[in-house]
């Protein structure tokens, strides 16, 4: 959308669970629809991998999260699901194997949810639960990685969510899975990813909106916030453990920035990766064909009329997917 188009408003179906999108004829190449309706429900958690050697024989063994069946053993006697789930900016898969079974009554294709029998305990042949991406993973894998995703976001029953596309340069606001308005934004003046304080580019990543501020901005840059801010806890959990790695914090540091993001709540100001992200109008009418799109120090550009039309529609507690 150009800068001199109004906000689209498009009413769509309110499609909680994703599948509907696809029996809709949902655009599979948009980039917004595929993250936020996937072609399967994605998970909301997952339960914790069991311990084979107290699985009784004749239990029922129950699938970790919600998936669909990939395919059933010529002898019905296993499963293996792909589950569908959301981590930070992407949509990410990882499958789950149940062997050992009997009277495994799932075809191919079919959607299971979390909690859901797979089929009961054989008496004979000991039973498994495996986890897998691009190898099978170690049970102490496995269960670390199960411990770490017992909650998960789901992004189409936030009450008010903005996804965000850096190639397109688009947002798209949307409440409880219906999208509200789309409009064209502009970015940081450095390219790529934001990695460490200073390298003026804006992030990829899933934060909140922590702050709003409208009317007169203090400051020698205050004119070119257009009169509204408002301010996301980047960086976030997945941010913090870049640092770890680059040695530029601590556990201890990365351990409180996910406590405040899980909360919703304001994280480390005060790091290498940076601070200070979040949403602003512009000093005056800008375009992208002239400006490329690249106007900030980091923060995601907004056109005049269109902060002042969505500001409101975007409280406290805002998630925002940046892609």
């Known amino acids: ?10 009413v769509l179906p309110l499609c909680l669970l994703a599948w509907t999108a ?12 595929s993250y936020l309706r996937p072609a ?16 009784r024989p004749g239990s029922p063994l129950h699938a970790l999260a919600h998936g669909r069946v990939v395919s059933v053993g010529a002898e019905r006697n296993s499963v293996t699901l792909e589950h569908l789930y959301h981590e930070n900016h992407e949509l ?10 009997e009277g495994v009554e799932l075809h191919p294709g ?7 029998v797979m089929g009961q305990v054989s008496k004979s042949v000991r039973p498994s639960v495996s ?41 798209r606001l949307y409440e409880r899975g219906v999208e509200r308005a789309r409009v064209e934004v502009g970015f940081g003046q450095g390219t790529g990813p934001k990695q460490e304080r200073g ?3 804006t992030p990829v990543g899933m934060y909140f909106i922590i702050h709003t501020l409208r009317g007169e901005i203090p400051g020698p840059y205050g004119a070119f916030y257009g009169g509204h801010w408002l301010k996301v806890n980047y960086p976030n959990p997945w941010d913090a453990r870049r640092g770890v790695e680059r040695g530029w914090l601590n556990e201890k540091t990365r351990e409180r920035i996910t406590r405040a993001w899980e909360a919703r709540e304001a994280t480390d100001a005060n790091t290498r990766l940076g ?10 009418e800008w375009s992208l064909e002239q400006s490329r799109g690249r106007l900030s120090w980091g923060c995601v550009v907004f056109h005049p009329r269109d902060i002042a039309a969505l500001y409101d529609r975007m409280p406290r507690g805002t998630m925002v997917v940046l892609f």
């Open 199 to 201: 390298d003026n580019r």
């Open 92 to 101: 990410l898969r990882v499958r789950s194997e149940y062997s050992g079974l």
């Open 1 to 10: 959308m150009t800068s001199s188009s109004s906000c689209l408003r498009r």
């Open 275 to 284: 601070s200070g992200i979040g949403f602003h109008g512009w000093a005056s």
């Open 22 to 33: 696809v029996a809709q004829g949902a655009d599979e190449t948009d980039l917004f629809e």
């Open 131 to 171: 986890l897998s991406t691009d190898r099978r993973m170690s049970t102490e894998e496995a269960w670390r990685f199960t411990s770490t995703r017992a909650r998960l976001p789901q992004p189409a029953t936030e009450p008010v969510l903005v996804l965000i596309s850096h190639a397109k340069h688009q947002l």
């Open 110 to 116: 079919a959607l299971v949810t979390r909690g859901q």
């Open 40 to 55: 399967h429900p994605a998970a909301d958690g997952f339960a914790p991998v069991p311990d084979a050697a107290k699985i």
